[in-house]
């Protein structure tokens, strides 16, 4: 049972570029999240997705798409990188939705030059 | 505006004692309130959850608060061990949505 799994663990790219960061749960969650963290921001969520096939915005949705791939599976795209995209990435799961705990990945470090 | 303010970036208490993390809030009226805990280069870790009709929950040494009326959660942590180290984050959940304070990065003193 390794919970939720995300990859890469590092990543630089040069502005411009895109990628997509990997996201994986084996908890049989229904809802999963997209969040990013900044020092003296906190976490702020992304994109989330309360259900598969469904995908709503979170609080900072600009330069980002997200795509449900099934229900274990959530990727987060950047398809056009830009140095304010800097960042560390966590992927989270629930159960419910914005209701119980939240259980989230070890990250990744994203770096935009 | 919402806000979530906790009460300080880092605090450092001498172990074996209590150590006392403040989350208050402004323009929320949350159903319920979560603490995380971070470790550095990792992802939070839930730790507990309190509804807003709780007035108080525990878990081992962990007790957390949460007064609706002075819009605070207290986070207590008896009998601090340097393994607490880490940062706290709070968390409210309300309308539909769940937003995280900054955290406060507790260090345990030897």
């Known amino acids: 049972n390794a919970g939720v799994t995300q990859t890469p663990k590092f990543q630089v790219l040069k502005t411009g570029q895109s990628m997509t960061l990997q996201c994986a749960q084996d908890?049989?969650?229904?809802?999963m999240y997209w969040y990013r963290q900044d020092p003296g921001m906190g976490l702020r969520l992304i994109y989330y997705?309360?259900?598969?096939?469904?995908?709503d915005k979170g609080e900072v949705p600009n330069g980002y798409n997200v795509s449900r791939l099934n229900k274990r599976e959530f990727s987060l795209r950047l398809e056009s990188a830009a140095p304010s995209q800097t960042s560390v990435y966590f992927c989270?799961?629930?159960?419910?939705?914005?209701?119980?705990?939240?259980?989230f990945g070890p990250g990744t470090r994203l770096t935009v030059l | 505006s919402q806000k979530i303010e906790q009460n300080s970036e880092a605090l450092n208490i001498q172990e074996g004692k209590t150590a006392t993390l403040t989350c208050n809030y402004t323009?929320?009226?949350?159903?319920?309130l979560q603490w995380y805990r971070q470790d550095p280069g990792r992802g939070p870790v839930f730790l507990l959850l309190?509804?807003?009709?709780?007035k108080e929950k525990r878990k081992e040494r962990l007790k957390v608060t949460f007064d609706t009326t002075l819009k605070q959660s207290l986070f207590h942590i008896t009998a601090s061990q340097p393994a607490d180290s880490a940062t706290y984050l709070c968390?409210?959940?309300?309308?539909?949505?769940?937003?995280f304070g900054t955290g406060t990065r507790l260090t345990i003193i030897p």
């Open positions: 997705s309360a259900s598969e096939g469904t995908t």
């Open positions: 309190i509804r807003e009709n709780e």
């Open positions: 968390a409210l959940v309300g309308n539909e949505k769940l937003t």
């Open positions: 989270a799961s629930e159960t419910g939705t914005f209701e119980g705990k939240q259980f």
């Open positions: 323009n929320y009226s949350p159903a319920y």
């Open positions: 908890m049989n969650h229904n809802s």
